[in-house]
Each structure stands twice: as structure tokens, then as C-alpha cells.
């Protein structure tokens, strides 16, 4: 039995994230209303919404930056909102990594610095030398080259720094990444390959992955289950095709309008050709 | 008694687990062969791995066969340190699980050695680059200084030419954040120093029984030298850099721009009705500032040197000449000038970063109050000179 395994065993439950009756508001305008959701471990799960609709301030509540008024959140089997636990939110945080939306790296230091913060941080025992190795292949899984390690965020593309960021997320072998808009403002051949990039770290590293995403070609290509959030709250949760399948003006209207309708065809042909290459070997 | 059965077995097995999470270890046997095996066991994770490394490091060769059979688990750190051996000791693996193998397979393109900053260069080199660059940075900062002066004299040539582009609401906004908004800390401030001033030179003057030329010595510092210059070191550090702030994170993002492409022009909407609020400001708060000090000593005088309020005040009337106030008020408009010109320019000379915004801040303050008060030392000379002394 591994000591993961373990850990598993005494998280009991399949779930990574348990947002159970969350309600959250800003002065007199409420975000979410009775919002629940379940993150089941091992998954790639998309969160959709309208703009506004309070994806990442759902984000921010999972991760312990906002904190709601009712309700309670339980990540990796740690309560976040027990104020009679308050260390169990602090010690979860060594097992998962945040990609904020515009990467948010620390200006200051260079791309391998900004991966060896949170290292420094949760394990100073670990020797200088290491830390820099740990930093440079981290920098290498994704998908930089290994010379940007020495260049600061200013000097890198918008994708370069979206890879940079998720370096970081990635510094703690997390057992959760949650990522927010990881392809907005990626032009499509970038997009497409933070997208393989993602799916091929949750497969190697056995990831769970809370995506928010308005790319409707990254839900089709790389989320196991969608969650769509309206009117404050989970509405649906389920494989695309279970939510086409349902009679809500916004779910037709998102998956079904004409970005929508292009998304699933390519997906479609994508699919067509790779039976076809099959059947000719 | 079931529940506390069960609270009892989980501390067991948390225990269990802390144990396990403590281990990660490696063992050199020989492998029957003449060879050397080097076992991998426990659980190699980033949080167990920390003290194991510098061992591992200093192992002696050669190892023929690294054996990872009774590895338990491991992540991408234990996969990283696993593979270095592997690389370094040039040794065939044995007994890795699937998990373990496509780990080491992601990890192993990395050739982990190489800088993680832009390289230093010498001493010898990195001095004269530095001198260098700061003897340029006077140079490029002198040139920008012009260039915003140009611009600047222009955006006020081209308002007198078209007065209806003058921006009268934005004057008067920060003629508000400059002037009204700091009466407060200002009347604070002056009240202080002027007992202050009173008390001391009382304390002084006190030895020659000249105790009543306090009256003298608060009238005509306040309201000569140290109204004026007290308030400018205020607005410099209050609106100075809040102008240097302000227009810096326009700068950066990208608001400046968007301006210009509109055919706004920057120095008109934001740097003239600052530069123009904070001369217009200055004189009365300067005036203000020194008639808040008289009272301060006025009122000190009345408590510790048995001169009553208005007799104080009075004196004042007849020891303080007319000049003094025409001093502190041709004064206050070129400090006033020089606090905003310092925010506004640094404001506008910020790219790339958000630090830049901090460090230009920092600078326009500096400059301010540096400038401010070699111009007063100059002025203190002028007036002295042409029999206003």
C-alpha cells in the first residue's frame, strides 16, 4: 500500500473537492446561492459560465481566498471552512497548485526562482542544488525551454508565461491543479498545445484538474465532465452529451450556438479521422 | 464507545502513516557479481527526500545495478533524484513499476545544471557597466526631461490657442485631492511645529531675557520660510507621488495609449490641470500652514510664557512685515510646479514592470523635496539680496 493509497484511504471518499450549500456575496449582490459540487478524484473537470456568473470567485472559495458566508468546502478530505480546524486549510495547500489567469508570477524573479518559491517555503530541508534541478526539470515538463529558467516573466510570451505559471503550480507534485483560463488569450496552435500539455501532465502525474475554461475546444477535447454554472449555482454536471441532452436555454444556447456547433464537428472529424487512420492499419 | 473505538484506530493509523511518510531510504550491497547494488526503498517524495539528497550525492562508484524493486511510491522529485543515479552511475534499473518508469521517462529530458538567472558578469567588467549606465540613465533622464518640458510648454500653447480644450472639471478634482483634502493633516502638522518652534526659542531666548521675541521668531519663520516649505515636503509625499502612482499604472495599462490613439493628449487631460492645481494650491496652503504655526505658538505662549493669545497675536501684526507674506506666496507656485512636474514626469517615464511604478514614485518624492529645498536656500539669498530680509 502506498502512503498516497493511504491518504486516499483516510480521505475516504472518492472525491477530491466537496462544495456542499455555498453562498457567497458581495454586499447586497449574491454570487452563489446554495452552490454544490463534487470534484471526483482523477478527473479533468471544466467549469463553465457566463461572464460573471462567479467561476472564479468559486475558485477563490475552494482555495481558501474568499471565504463564504454559508456552506462548507472540503478539499482532499480537509475542511476549509471548520473554523475549529483552521491548519487543515493550511496544510492542503502543500498538495495543490493554482494557475491564475495571467500566470502571476512574481516579476521580480526569474522563471526558475518563481518555481523554487513555494519549494523554499514547505521544504527548506531541501538542499540548493536540488532545488535548482527540482526547478529546471519542472521548467522543462512544461513545455518551456530549459533557457527560459534563467529569463524574467517580462521578458516571455503570454504562453510562455501561462507554461511559467503552471511550472509553479506544478513545483509540489500537487495532487490537485486548479487552472483558470489556461488558453484565453492563447492563439489556437498555443491553445491546442496547452491543452495536450494538460492532459498529458494529469495522465503522467495522475492529476485531478479544475479547469475554468470559456475554450469551447478544450472542454470537447480534454474535460472528462463539465460543470456549468447559472443563476448562483451548479446547474448541471456531466459529459457534454449528457448536457446537450438537457432542456436549458443556456446549456442549448452555449453548446449548441454556432461556436459551439464548430467545437463539437471538429471534434467529431478529429474522431472520424483517427477511426479512419485505424482502419487503414 | 464505538466512535472513540474509532478516533482510537484512526490516531493508530495516522501514526502508521506518519512513519511511512518519514521513509525513504537506500542501501549499497554487493550483488554476488562483484558488483556493487544500490537499493532504492521507502517512499521517495518530495517531503522525504530533503536530507537523503546530499548523501546520495556524495555516493561512491561504481554501482552496477540500482535496484528500485522495494520503492513504495514515489513523485516527480524521488523520479528526478532516481534518474540523476541512474544517468551518473551509468547503472541498468531493475524492479520499477510502470508509475515509476513513466515518471522518470517525463523527468528525464531535463539536463538539470544551467543558470536560473541572467549570468553576472566579472567585477572588472561589471563595474564600469554599471558607472557607465548611470552616466547614460543622466543622459537619456535629461533628454526625457526636455522632451516632457517640450511637450508640456506645447499642451499649454495649444489650450491658451483653444481655451474650450481645457479641462476645467479635472482641475478642479485635483484641486480638490491636492488642496482641500489635505487642510487637515496639514493644520495638524503646522499646529505642532509652531509650538515647537515657540517653546524652544522661548527656551533660548529665555537666557537673555528677550522671552517676548518668541513673537518675532514664529511670526517670521512661519510665515517666511517654514509654511511654504513645510507644506511643499507634505504635498510632495501626499500628491507627488500619488501623481507618479496614478499615471504609472495608466502607463501600464496601456490607458496612456489609448489616450493618444484617441487623439487625447495626456499632457492635456492628465499632466496639465496637476501641474496647474498644485501651483494654484500651494501659495494658500503655504499661507494657511503658516497662520495655523502662529497660532500653535500663539497658543503655547499663552500657557507657558504668561503672553496672552491676542496680544500674541497682535505683536505679530506689527513684527511680521508685509514682505514675508509676498515671500512664502512667490514661492509657493514654483514649489507647487516642481512637486507635480517630478510626479507627473516619473509617472510618465514608467514601462515594464510593477516595481518600476514603486521605484518612480520613490524618485519623483526624492526629487521633489531635493529640489525644493536647494530652490529655497536659493531664494532665502535672492530676497535677502533685493532687501527683503
Redesign the interface.
Known amino acids: 500500500?502506498?502512503?498516497?493509497q493511504?491518504?486516499g484511504e483516510?480521505d475516504s471518499s472518492e472525491f477530491a473537492i466537496v462544495v456542499e450549500g455555498i453562498r457567497n456575496a458581495f454586499g447586497d449582490h449574491v454570487i452563489h446561492e446554495d452552490l454544490s459540487l463534487k470534484v471526483r478524484k482523477g478527473e479533468i473537470l471544466g467549469v463553465v459560465g457566463g461572464s460573471g456568473s462567479g467561476k472564479s470567485v468559486l475558485m477563490r472559495s475552494i482555495i481558501g481566498l474568499q471565504h463564504p458566508d454559508q456552506g462548507s468546502i472540503e478539499v482532499l478530505g480537509r475542511s476549509m471552512t471548520d473554523p475549529a480546524a483552521p491548519q487543515d486549510a493550511v496544510d492542503v495547500r502543500?498538495r495543490w497548485g493554482v494557475l491564475f489567469q495571467g500566470g502571476a508570477l512574481f516579476?521580480?524573479l526569474?522563471v526558475?526562482?518563481n518555481v523554487?518559491v513555494p519549494?523554499r517555503e514547505?521544504?527548506p530541508?531541501?538542499?540548493d542544488?536540488?532545488r535548482?534541478?527540482?526547478?529546471?526539470?519542472?521548467?522543462?515538463?512544461s513545455g518551456l525551454p530549459?533557457?527560459a529558467?534563467?529569463?524574467?516573466?517580462?521578458e516571455l510570451s503570454g504562453g510562455m508565461r501561462k507554461r511559467a505559471g503552471l511550472a509553479r503550480a506544478l513545483a509540489?507534485?500537487p495532487e490537485l491543479l486548479f487552472l483558470d483560463e489556461p488558453t484565453a488569450g492563447l492563439d489556437p496552435i498555443g491553445a491546442a498545445a496547452f491543452d495536450a500539455l494538460t492532459l498529458e501532465l494529469q495522465e503522467?502525474?495522475?492529476l485531478t484538474v479544475f479547469l475554468i475554461t470559456h475554450d469551447l475546444d478544450t472542454l470537447h477535447e480534454i474535460c472528462d465532465r463539465v460543470a456549468v454554472i447559472a443563476d448562483k449555482r451548479v446547474i448541471a454536471v456531466g459529459t457534454i452529451d449528457e448536457l446537450v441532452a438537457l432542456d436549458h436555454p443556456w446549456i442549448q444556447e452555449y453548446f449548441n450556438g454556432p461556436r459551439g456547433r464548430a467545437a463539437a464537428s471538429a471534434q467529431d472529424r478529429a474522431k472520424a479521422m483517427d477511426i479512419a487512420a485505424k482502419g487503414k492499419a | 464507545m464505538q466512535g472513540c473505538s474509532r478516533l482510537a484506530a484512526k490516531a493508530i493509523?495516522?501514526h502508521?502513516?506518519e512513519a511511512?511518510?518519514d521513509v525513504a531510504s537506500y542501501s549499497l550491497e554487493d550483488d554476488g557479481k562483484g558488483g556493487r547494488l544500490l537499493r532504492l526503498s521507502g517512499?521517495w517524495?518530495?517531503?522525504t527526500?530533503?536530507?537523503l539528497?546530499?548523501e546520495l550525492?556524495t555516493l561512491e562508484g561504481p554501482i552496477t545495478r540500482i535496484d528500485m524493486s522495494d520503492m513504495?511510491?514515489l513523485?516527480?522529485?524521488g523520479a528526478?533524484?532516481a534518474w540523476?543515479l541512474i544517468r551518473d552511475h551509468e547503472a541498468p534499473v531493475t524492479g520499477q513499476s510502470e508509475?515509476a518508469h513513466?515518471?522518470i521517462e517525463?523527468?528525464s529530458?531535463?539536463?538539470?545544471?544551467?543558470?536560473?538567472?541572467?549570468?553576472q558578469p566579472p567585477l572588472l567588467q561589471w563595474v564600469p557597466d554599471f558607472v557607465g549606465r548611470i552616466v547614460s540613465n543622466w543622459g537619456t533622464g535629461f533628454v526625457n526631461m526636455l522632451d516632457f518640458l517640450g511637450e508640456l510648454l506645447f499642451a499649454i500653447w495649444q489650450i491658451i490657442r483653444e481655451p474650450r480644450r481645457f479641462r476645467v472639471k479635472a482641475l478642479v478634482r485635483q484641486i480638490e485631492l491636492v488642496g482641500v483634502t489635505s487642510l487637515g493633516i496639514i493644520a495638524l502638522m503646522s499646529f505642532l511645529v509652531g509650538i515647537v518652534i515657540a517653546q524652544q526659542g522661548a527656551v533660548q531666548l529665555r537666557q537673555f531675557g528677550a522671552e517676548i521675541y518668541t513673537i518675532n521668531l514664529t511670526g517670521r519663520l512661519s510665515m517666511r520660510e517654514l509654511g511654504v516649505l513645510m507644506t511643499s515636503i507634505m504635498v510632495a509625499g501626499r500628491s507627488g507621488s500619488a501623481f507618479a502612482a496614478q499615471i504609472g499604472t495608466m502607463k501600464l495599462t496601456e490607458e496612456v495609449d489609448a489616450m493618444r490613439t484617441i487623439g487625447v493628449s495626456p499632457m492635456e487631460a492628465l499632466v496639465v490641470p496637476r501641474v496647474l492645481a498644485a501651483m494654484l494650491m500651494m501659495p494658500l496652503l503655504g499661507f494657511y500652514s503658516a497662520l495655523v504655526a502662529i497660532i500653535g505658538g500663539a497658543f503655547l505662549s499663552t500657557f507657558a510664557l504668561d503672553i496672552p493669545f491676542f496680544t500674541f497675536l497682535t505683536r505679530i501684526q506689527e513684527v511680521v512685515p508685509t514682505h514675508d507674506m509676498w515671500v512664502a506666496l512667490i514661492k509657493g507656485p514654483v514649489f507647487g510646479a516642481i512637486v507635480a512636474l517630478a510626479g507627473c514626469y516619473q509617472g510618465m517615464q514608467v514601462k515594464?514592470?510593477?516595481?518600476e511604478v514603486g521605484l518612480r514614485t520613490t524618485a519623483a518624492v526624492v526629487q521633489a523635496i531635493f529640489m525644493v529645498i536647494v530652490l529655497d536656500a536659493f531664494f532665502a539669498i535672492f530676497f535677502t539680496e533685493v532687501g527683503w530680509g
Open positions: 500500500m502506498t502512503v498516497r493511504a491518504q483516510q502543500s516579476s521580480t526569474t526558475a526562482e523554487e519549494l514547505f521544504y530541508e531541501i538542499t542544488e536540488l535548482h534541478e527540482i526547478g529546471r526539470y519542472k521548467v522543462m515538463l530549459e533557457e529558467a534563467a529569463k524574467f516573466p517580462s509540489l507534485d503522467t502525474l495522475g | 493509523f495516522a502508521v502513516c511511512m511518510r517512499v517524495l518530495v517531503s527526500l530533503g536530507s539528497d546530499r550525492r513504495s511510491d513523485d516527480t522529485v528526478w533524484i540523476r508509475e513513466r515518471l517525463a523527468v529530458g531535463s539536463k538539470g545544471t544551467g543558470d536560473i538567472r541572467p549570468p515594464g514592470n510593477a516595481e
